[in-house]
């Protein structure tokens, strides 16, 4: 178990007066016990106690042959899984719920205990997930590392005339190769006019002069995500796309400057926005600057005008500014950054000027 | 809208008493309406309501550009997304909850609807989907020729002494070249002793003299799996092997043959087991000996001594017993089959004679 984790947990469930925490996600449980498992359909539950006495609720299936020091309650398939999680707890009266526990536990637990509270706590959790420790930080160093090194790979495949699709294909031994364990998510590969919705899903269209190409990719590295964009283009470029390219990057990299502890994540976004607005692209620009990343690709937490959380020392998050114009094309540029003292280190290095293959 | 299916569904929320149904399963969704949306941590809801005026909940990031033939209520990031739904109900009194839906949303309804009562609805959609109407079927037929065609390749690859993860990540583009969409799951290729996990995770381990090497692998086609399972050996086969081998055949054979409508699932699961336990390796099968498969790979429904339904024309699940020798090796062989009107029609062609490679 990492106790410190936990209780940094516990203080936020005593200000929300929580008897019981029931973590289900497997990276919050791995967060917490150093040990993930993915339990598909079967109940997998940590119980963090406000007594002290926490417990994982475990399907026999799913053999731990590891020393966890934690408590495992074993259940098999045809138990009364819900069941063990009661017989486990003492008085139990404001109950904390991760977000996303399926709907048919829940509605079970509440069965069994009708006079409870039961209350979405994942924010216990969340919050303390945006901080990472050292730990952490050195594994999502070395992730974007990797990233960096696997983006040049992946451009010099554009350069091959492979289409989009057979050029992702590639990417999970890339990583390989250079010690990670493969995608993060699955990668994009946007050319041309694909590269004008930020969300394109790989296609078998082929390069053409003067595309765009958006390339957002990012690997895993023991447990941790990166996650990491450049554009470049094929062949040429227009007026339009060397002014709506520079635009962009001085969004990414003034955005990226102002960053220090104190600073609000809502503030950042604005910064990155209005450059994208003086610019006369600002309808074009239709996401949250960015996003916290960790153990998940997208973990709780955005750079955007609805979280005015302040900056801290330890976060690391993305930021992606970007503009997308139907039918022509599209620009984002995207680094991870770890919120240091007073400043903050951004976690990619591969050049950000404009690349003509 | 799919009014078939859609109608299937209704006559089972009619018997278990549901005003309405929220479905937020993307496969069960799109099994309703013909359009697949992976909304991740958005609200995604289809109501199907026994007024009649079904209606599908989506976030406005997620553009719709097909006639859907289907009411759609939009919501916005920062809009109370659950008020949409209460805003289209007329008395709801009881209301099926998908199983899977995420605490937050139904902890969310429920304080807005404190008289009503929340079920578990899921197994309305669950049993409709177990049974393949023609579409589908067409769809799932092709899906396992594909995986038949594919399977050869992978074994070629074996020859060639690649590692587990080598083979694995190539099967992709295999599947891509006979016309599929990729993988349906993470593929199992496992040498020797690694065979006698039943869901080893590929690793970098190199095939030896004498290994099993059991194949689990499947496609997606048009949206729907196929998943099977070969064991080969690599330069020779033992006496043991031998016996174990043609036990897991027989198994496998005699299950497929008494299959037809109305013949209980469980007892499928019994004759393998039967066969298994006679010929003493009873303790080293441990596993169902099947599941259902359709849109998603797992889908509700097994072939296991805990469910006794009867088999009905158009189902289609998987046959697949297994021996698993801690530190020797193990055998699996898997085929999907579809019920037809007096028996059954098995989808995988790829032969089942003990093959040396």
């Known amino acids: 178990m990492n106790n410190d984790r936990i209780d940094n947990i516990l203080e936020l469930m005593e200000e929300a007066s929580l008897d019981y925490f029931l973590i289900s996600d497997p990276e919050s449980i791995a967060y917490c016990t150093n040990y993930l498992n993915y339990p598909y359909e079967r109940m997998y539950v940590f119980m963090i106690s406000k007594h002290g006495d926490h417990k994982l609720f475990c399907n026999d299936l799913f053999y731990i042959d590891e020393d966890l020091d934690v408590d495992i309650v074993w259940h098999k398939d045809g138990d009364d899984a819900i069941q063990t999680i009661v017989d486990h707890m003492a008085f139990p009266n404001r109950i904390g719920i991760d977000k996303n526990w399926p709907s048919r536990f829940l509605l079970a637990l509440m069965k069994k205990l009708p006079k409870a509270k039961f209350i979405n706590a994942s924010p216990c959790v969340d919050l303390v997930r945006m901080k990472k420790d050292l730990h952490e930080q050195v594994l999502m160093i070395e992730a974007s590392r990797i990233n960096d090194l696997a983006m040049q790979d992946v451009i010099d495949l554009c350069k091959e005339g492979l289409s989009e699709k057979e050029i992702a294909q590639k990417l999970p031994a890339i990583y390989i190769k250079y010690g990670a364990d493969g995608n993060s998510f699955e990668p994009m590969i946007a050319f041309g006019k694909n590269g004008a919705d930020p969300h394109h899903s790989n296609d078998n269209s082929h390069v053409k002069e003067c595309d765009s190409i958006i390339i957002d990719m990012g690997c895993i590295y023991k447990g941790y995500c990166s996650d990491m964009t450049r554009t470049v283009f094929f ?56 996003h916290f990343i960790g153990r998940d690709v997208h973990e709780y937490g955005d750079v955007s005008a609805s979280f005015d959380i302040e900056v801290e020392e330890g976060m690391i998050f993305s930021i992606e500014p970007g503009i997308y114009l139907p039918n022509e094309f599209g620009v984002r540029i995207e680094d991870l950054v770890l919120v240091t003292k007073d400043g903050c280190q951004v976690l990619n290095s591969y050049s950000k000027d404009i690349q003509i293959i």
């Open 235 to 290: 062949g040429g470029i227009t007026e339009k796309q060397i002014e709506v390219y520079e635009l962009v990057k001085k969004a990414n990299e003034t955005a990226e400057k102002m960053i220090k502890p104190g600073v609000k994540l809502c503030d950042i976004d604005k910064c990155a926005r209005d450059i994208i607005n003086e610019g006369g692209y600002g309808k074009y620009f239709n996401h949250r600057l960015g």
